[in-house]
């Protein structure tokens, strides 16, 4: 059963990059035909579809995120990771791995992203 | 890019039935997706296509779709299903969540 795991740091300055990884367990990321997507939730709001990716490497990008974010794929360490540059306190949130879309399935268990001095 | 609008609550009595809206444009091209989170817990995907349950998830919960607005039905509402509500589906531009739905069991 594939299972999902995010990981990096917890806390991240204003005005710099936040940094990412998922990395994927119990399957191969480029065995059948998945996107993998990355979601966040700030606390006490709703989910937000940030981006997703293809394992051959095409992306898509909520465009109120575009100028800021990038999506990237790593075949060989079944990971895939996220970047979202020029960070605020508007970026405090849990952020989620998941495979898909159409559906997203599973979900990692999340980690939260604290942007502050 | 599109917009899904949810109810930002519902109740319901232990044991009966609840349905969960979700309206949106998109949903006239696309099915919605349906996602549980209770809190502290990441979301959990209960209805999928065109009304498709994972391995794992109770047969009380079902989904229909009618032009523009798709549903999420518990028929036998139990304490355990209290929780965050979301629905998801396509877009232009790739996915997008509706606002949330918290249900109450009373």
């Known amino acids: 059963q594939v299972q999902l795991q995010e990981s990096g740091p917890g806390l991240v300055k204003p005005s710099q990059t936040l940094s990412l990884t998922c990395t994927v367990s119990g399957g191969s990321i480029s065995s059948g035909s998945y996107y993998w997507s990355w979601i966040r939730q700030p606390a006490g709001k709703g989910l937000e579809w940030i981006g997703r990716?293809?394992?051959?490497?095409?992306?898509n990008y909520n465009p109120s995120l575009k100028s800021r974010v990038t999506i990237s794929v790593d075949t060989s360490k079944n990971q895939f990771s996220l970047k979202l540059s020029s960070v605020t306190a508007a970026d405090t949130a849990v952020y989620y791995c998941?495979?898909?879309?159409?559906?997203?399935?599973?979900w990692g268990q999340g980690t939260l992203v604290t942007v502050s001095s | 890019s599109s917009e899904l609008t949810q109810d930002p609550a519902v109740s319901v009595a232990l044991g009966q039935t609840v349905r969960i809206t979700c309206q949106g444009d998109s949903l006239r091209s696309y099915y919605a997706s349906w996602y549980q989170q209770k809190p502290g817990q990441a979301p959990v995907l209960v209805i999928y296509?065109?009304?498709n349950r994972p391995s794992g998830i109770p047969d009380r919960f079902s989904g229909s779709s009618s032009g523009n607005t798709a549903s999420l039905t518990i028929t036998g509402a139990q304490a355990e299903d209290e929780a965050d509500y979301y629905c998801n589906s396509r877009d232009s531009s790739g996915k997008v969540f509706g606002g949330g739905t918290k249900l109450t069991v009373l």
């Open positions: 296509g065109k009304n």
């Open positions: 998941a495979r898909g879309p159409p559906e997203l399935h599973p």
């Open positions: 990716i293809y394992t051959s490497g095409s992306t």
